[in-house]
């Protein structure tokens, strides 16, 4: 009986593995026939403007996306119950997409980004040596300006100097300049080089993202519908450098989630989450304040009123420190926003004037109403679409799990969220008063920078356990995304045409 289960077992794990090999090519399969259909469609798309073909070229490009569109069916069904590749399945055509049909420059700030990653490991005076068809002044807006900037023969021969962009970390560029290097060496056109930059920063995200699903112990399909936001794959297909921000914050704020369900928590996993909140907070600065995420462990042993006192005391000790720095500091960060918290009237005044005169802005833009520099307005419907799947997947969960953040927690998690939002806004002051010339209200703000800053609320509001959909609500809502990405492409094109 022995040697009969034992050969029983080999059996069953040789047909798992089969299975599993199975999946991944069926996978690669789908993801060549979105590199091909997604990149002959851009092609033929361009070359229509330049006057090269007609209407007619777009009939095989629209065969192959019916051919992923049903590849896409029969896999969805084949996955239902794998939110990980079901995750992939409408990431990488969506950056595909997003990478190449958005064009370059058009996304919010990313000419400086763009500069900092052409010219990554040179210094010239303070300055970036880019070329002249990738200055500020020079970035195509329609798809017949990018035909002729990509047909440019010797396009890195004509350099110009930009002012240096000093926002981010360099090594948050270091992928796509190092992309760009190769590419430089293999004189491809330095146009062609920064859309495959996108394409490649895209992919990474698609990759982080199905790791960080998997990471979290329930809730698996909220988050893949978070990590599908418009906005968020729009940013995450460009040369912006909160492609690793967003990737390493939200990557914090889950593994925090992993370890706050578990009931001990090996040595490793502490380096693990140390290691990430400094990436986090070096990364990007503004997100500092979810380092305090920590002092969720610290109080675990606690319950009813000794956690009530702990948190109360908490509180306080941050308002003293705060207090002290705001009353105290006189350095060169954020001088305007320090003057403004001095006045906690006027202050309180700004901060209400802005919820209320920008807040919708913010929403909109979060929730990908506005794409490429924000002048893009895609249908409103898909918009709502999109925030009525993000709340209604938060009812239904198919793992089993305890609660992510437990009660009294959770009031910490969320008050934690909104004291850094509104820091977030003080830290654009000195902008609004000297670029946008406005003082009652704070401007320079976008719904882009509050992912990390969402996703805590959102899974604390996650009702694990209460109702099982054996996969359907997975299916469902990737069917809406794919509907979603797919109306929004036509308001993209159309734009550049």
Same mark, same amino acid.
């Given at each position: 009986m022995t040697a009969i289960s034992t050969f029983g077992a080999h059996v069953s794990a040789s047909v798992k593995l089969d299975n599993v090999k199975r999946d991944w090519l069926f996978?690669?399969?789908?993801?060549?026939?979105?590199?091909?259909?997604?990149?002959?469609?851009?092609?033929?798309?361009?070359?229509?403007? *330049? @006057?090269?073909?007609?209407?007619?070229?777009?009939?095989?490009?629209?065969?192959?996306?019916?051919?992923?569109?049903?590849?896409? =069916?029969?896999?969805?069904?084949?996955?239902?119950?794998?939110?990980?590749?079901?995750?992939l399945l409408i990431s990488v055509p969506a950056v595909l997409a997003f990478g190449l049909f958005i064009i370059p420059g058009t996304v919010p700030d990313e000419h400086a980004h763009i500069a900092q990653a052409l010219d990554l490991f040179g210094r010239h005076s303070g300055s970036f040596l880019v070329p002249k068809a990738l200055g500020p002044d020079s970035l195509p807006h329609t798809y017949a300006d990018l035909y002729a900037s990509i047909s440019t023969p010797d396009s890195w021969d004509s350099m110009i100097s930009c002012d240096r962009y000093v926002a981010y970390l360099d090594g948050l560029y270091a992928i796509p300049a190092m992309v760009i290097s190769v590419l430089r060496l293999l004189n491809v056109n330095a146009m062609v080089a920064v859309i495959? =930059?996108?394409?490649?920063? @895209?992919?990474?995200?698609? *990759? %982080?993202?199905?790791y960080i699903i998997r990471l979290l112990p329930c809730g698996k399909t909220a988050l893949m519908v978070f990590l599908l936001n418009p906005m968020l794959v729009q940013q995450e297909a460009s040369l912006s450098a909160d492609?690793?921000?967003?990737?390493? %914050?939200?990557?914090?704020?889950?593994?925090?989630?992993?370890?706050?369900?578990?009931?001990?928590?090996?040595?490793?996993?502490w380096l693990i989450f140390a290691a990430l909140t400094v990436v986090m907070a070096l990364a990007k600065m503004m997100f500092a304040p979810l380092a305090l995420l920590w002092l969720v462990f610290f109080n675990r042993r606690l319950s009813g009123k000794r956690l009530l006192a702990a948190y109360l005391g908490i509180f306080l000790v941050c308002c003293a420190l705060a207090a002290l720095v705001v009353v105290f500091y006189r350095g060169p960060l954020f001088p305007a926003s320090f003057a403004l918290m001095r006045s906690p009237a006027e202050c309180a005044r700004v901060l209400a004037s802005s919820i209320w005169n920008v807040?919708?802005?913010?929403?909109?833009?979060?929730?990908?109403?506005?794409?490429?520099?924000?002048? /893009?307005?895609?249908?409103?419907?898909?918009?709502?679409?999109? /925030?009525? /799947?993000?709340?209604?997947?938060?009812?239904?969960?198919d793992e089993d799990c305890s609660v992510l953040v437990r009660g009294v927690d959770k009031v910490f998690v969320c008050v934690l969220c909104l004291v850094n939002l509104l820091l977030l806004v003080l830290t654009m002051r000195g902008w609004s008063l000297e670029v946008d010339k406005v003082a009652d209200y704070i401007l320079g703000i976008q719904g882009r920078y509050f992912f990390p800053l969402v996703l805590l609320p959102l899974c604390c509001m996650l009702r694990p356990g209460k109702k099982r959909s054996e996969g359907r609500v997975l299916v469902t809502s990737a069917a809406l995304l794919v509907a979603v990405f797919s109306i929004n492409m036509i308001p993209v094109i159309t734009f550049y045409l």
């Open positions: 996978m690669f399969a789908y993801f060549a026939t979105s590199l091909l259909a997604i990149a002959m469609l851009f092609t033929n798309v361009l070359e229509y403007k *330049a @006057g090269l073909v007609g209407k007619a070229s777009m009939v095989i490009p629209a065969l192959l996306l019916a051919c992923l569109l049903c590849e896409f =069916a029969f896999l969805a069904r084949r996955f239902s119950n794998d939110v990980q590749k079901v995750f495959i =930059a996108r394409v490649v920063n @895209g992919v990474l995200f698609c *990759a %982080a993202g199905y492609v690793l921000v967003n990737i390493a %914050a939200i990557a914090f704020v889950v593994y925090f989630l992993k370890l706050n369900s578990q009931k001990e928590i090996a040595r490793k996993e807040g919708p802005f913010w929403i909109d833009s979060y929730l990908g109403k506005y794409l490429a520099a924000l002048n /893009l307005a895609t249908w409103t419907p898909c918009v709502y679409v999109y /925030l009525v /799947l993000q709340v209604v997947v938060l009812f239904y969960n």
